[in-house]
């Protein structure tokens, strides 16, 4: 199965990069239903991420280039989020400033990897010892940071839904979403220390 020579897997992974565009036009427009439709986005683009792997298993489309398309939607994603909440003032600066430090670092040592012919995640990862594969590679830490992402990113937008919306009486909105928020960071660096550990080599 493919959409325009380019493959499901990797289809899924470019549209959900301009989903969460799509989700950031919403937040500029102040209407309660509009953020409950955008809630509900944000949780499909992150499960999305999912979504794109199991096809390039299932279909058979895993390849070196399908991975770089799903690491780079994830960057995109991310820091779209990351920075559009920001800008709204819903979040402190230095979080996506924390996150894109670490994706530059990242990235950049991944590329001196995939040089070798080594990748992020799979038979060929990069990752040598059992901890860095368990962080960076297992699919309980992705599903686990998948899972605080789209907690966090989805209930920062219910926290602040405009007046009148069904999430605007719930006071525990605001704090569950931060919480997720600062775990999403933390994760986030943590997942990103054994790739900066186990690149040495390359150096």
């Not at 991420?49 to 390039?56: C, E, F, K, Q, S």
């Not at 780079?72 to 990351?82: A, K, P, Y």
Request: charged share 10%; aromatic share 16%; net charge neutral.
């Amino acid at each position: 199965m493919a959409w325009m020579g380019i493959g499901a897997a990797n289809f899924v992974s470019i549209v959900r990069m301009f989903m969460s565009f799509g989700v950031v036009y919403m937040l500029y427009i102040q209407d309660a239903n509009i953020y409950t439709w955008a809630f509900f986005l944000t949780i499909a683009v992150i499960w999305m991420d999912g979504l794109d792997g199991y096809l390039a298993r299932k279909l058979n489309e895993s390849s070196p280039a399908g991975a770089l398309i799903d690491i780079l939607s994830d960057r995109v994603v991310e820091q779209v989020f990351w920075i559009a909440f920001a800008v709204f003032g819903w979040i402190p600066l230095w979080i996506p400033l924390v996150i894109i430090m670490r994706g530059v670092w990242v990235d950049g040592l991944r590329g001196l990897g995939a040089a070798q012919g080594l990748t992020a995640f799979g038979s060929s990862s990069m990752m040598k010892t059992w901890w860095g594969v368990l962080l960076v590679s297992s699919r309980f830490s992705r599903w686990t940071y998948a899972a605080c992402k789209a907690i966090a990113f989805s209930f920062i937008i219910l926290a602040h839904q405009p007046i009148g919306g069904w999430a605007t009486e719930l006071v525990w909105v605001e704090p569950l979403a931060m919480w997720t928020v600062y775990i999403s960071v933390g994760f986030c660096v943590i997942r990103g220390l054994p790739v900066l550990i186990e690149s040495r080599r390359f150096l």
